[in-house]
């Protein structure tokens, strides 16, 4: 089976799983797990920031952010395909008590001018009590619903600029930062300076089979820990993973421009074919997401599936495809041809 539905489903190397099961450990939730800390550190460094705190997920690394940043009844700008918003089983809403409001981003890209309109215009006989107060901005680098779109320093600035001119703090989902870094040749801190909180996942891309990490100011992340055990995070000897993310960190970034290539030849491959409809300019980094126009997505994914390529709906017609460690050339190659097979038996 050629699994391209994700790169969650990466697998730990060798050498990565060798460093696991040699690793110092001890009480994570005392603060004695010594492989933890030394994690923590090393990705706050890259990132540029004071402190980090190391979780089981992306999904609860960026469900503490917002709890850290908002109070219940506070609400928060994303994008309208934003995954902490969309994709996290309405954690804003059960455990910040958080509104979101959403912007009208283009592959998960707004501009400063979309975050300025929901600031509305104030006036002196309007109530200042009615709104639910805006205090959080939430960016995702890269979008995973954009289809691995990457943000532009620059549009970053812009955007958390206008925030920050309206007393808002700022968020950045850099599940896949790695990707971005590795596709702009920009360093990961380049992207995060501009945020007071960054999410960064392990187990996606860089191979490690458990975790994330937010990363921000030293008091940020100690308010962060609070909530980490709140939501049920507290780890005991965690340094049996977190050895995982030292070696995907130290040994794993730089290759992701291999997945990236690989996501572009799939692309090339199967865009002229009928009944699919994919502009290769927008694969920027390990994600492909492309139409189809002959057939609903869940038959066709049942039934490339039944000649050994996984891969996942989006929408009625929409499908996505993700490249990563572990998946070779040859693979592709096998996805595009069993895609062509399949879309050739479709009458025109």
């Not at 005991?236 to 130290?250: D, M």
Request: charged share 20%; net charge neutral; glycine share 10%.
């Amino acid at each position: 089976m050629i699994d391209l539905r994700s790169d969650t489903c990466s697998q730990p190397t060798p050498e990565m799983r060798h460093a696991m099961a040699n690793a110092p450990v001890g009480d994570d939730v005392y603060g004695g797990d010594p492989t933890v800390k030394e994690l923590e550190s090393e990705v706050a460094a890259l990132l540029g920031t004071e402190d980090a705190v190391y979780v089981p997920s992306g999904t609860m690394s960026n469900q503490i952010a917002v709890r850290t940043h908002t109070v219940p009844g506070d609400s928060a700008l994303f994008d309208q395909n934003a995954h902490v918003y969309l994709i996290e089983s309405g954690g804003v809403a059960v455990h910040s008590g958080v509104l979101p409001r959403l912007l009208p981003g283009i592959r998960g890209v707004f501009t400063s001018d979309d975050v300025r309109a929901m600031f509305g215009v104030s006036h002196r006989f309007y109530p200042t009590t009615v709104n639910a107060p805006l205090k959080l901005l939430c960016v995702e680098n890269t979008h995973n619903l954009g289809g691995g779109k990457i943000w532009g320093v620059d549009q970053m600035k812009a955007v958390t600029d206008v925030a920050r001119e309206r007393g808002l703090a700022t968020h950045l989902d850099g599940a896949r930062l790695w990707n971005a870094a590795a596709a702009t040749g920009i360093p990961e801190k380049t992207f995060a300076q501009y945020f007071d909180s960054i999410s960064v996942c392990f187990s996606k891309g860089l191979g490690a089979p458990v975790g994330s990490a937010l990363c921000g100011k030293r008091e940020f992340i100690t308010r962060a820990r609070r909530f980490k055990q709140q939501f049920g995070g507290g780890f005991r000897q965690a340094g049996i993973i977190a050895a995982g993310a030292l070696h995907a960190i130290r040994h794993h970034r730089a290759r992701l421009v291999e997945d990236h290539a690989n996501a572009k030849h799939l692309a090339k491959g199967i865009s002229k074919v009928h009944g699919i409809e994919l502009d290769v300019a927008t694969v920027e980094t390990n994600i492909v997401r492309f139409k189809l126009t002959s057939m609903p997505s869940v038959e066709f994914v049942d039934r490339v599936y039944e000649k050994g390529l996984h891969v996942l709906p989006s929408g009625q017609d929409g499908v996505r495809a993700l490249t990563y460690l572990g998946i070779s050339r040859e693979q592709v190659d096998g996805a595009v041809q069993i895609i062509k097979a399949v879309l050739s038996e479709v009458p025109r």
